[in-house]
């Protein structure tokens, strides 16, 4: 019905860029709004940012200035653009979407994404 697929996660020195993509290959439901959160060793996962069908974009107010949203909601697709990466940006990085009728969550597996100095 719904599978999120992340890619572009890795490695990275700090101050490097990553872009993160997610798509819904089987593109089974329509979502009004996705993100990015992420999940550090021993941490509970958080907001990273978030998109909607509008296009509203809101961020974690510390990744506000080095992180950016991206995406077409319409085609349950989003980016997220991380620039000056720093060692406490290390952490699985998991694509959101949420259904625009039942409001249901649905989850990517995670992309690994280690940031080394």
């Known amino acids: 019905q719904v599978e999120l697929v992340e890619s572009g996660g890795g490695w990275v020195q700090a101050g490097g860029s990553l872009r993160l993509s997610c798509a819904d290959s089987r593109r089974g439901l329509s979502f009004n709004r996705m993100g990015w959160y992420r999940q550090a060793p021993g941490k509970q996962r958080e907001l990273v940012a978030i998109?909607?069908?509008?296009?509203?974009?809101g961020y974690a107010d510390s990744l506000k200035g080095r992180f950016t949203i991206s995406g077409d909601i319409a085609k349950n697709t989003v980016y997220l653009q991380m620039n000056n990466l720093k060692l406490e940006d290390t952490a699985i990085y998991y694509c959101?979407?949420?259904?625009?009728?039942?409001?249901?969550?649905?989850w990517g597996q995670g992309t690994q994404v280690t940031v080394s100095s």
């Open positions: 998109i909607s069908s509008g296009g509203g974009t």
């Open positions: 959101n979407g949420r259904d625009r009728y039942s409001g249901d969550n649905y």
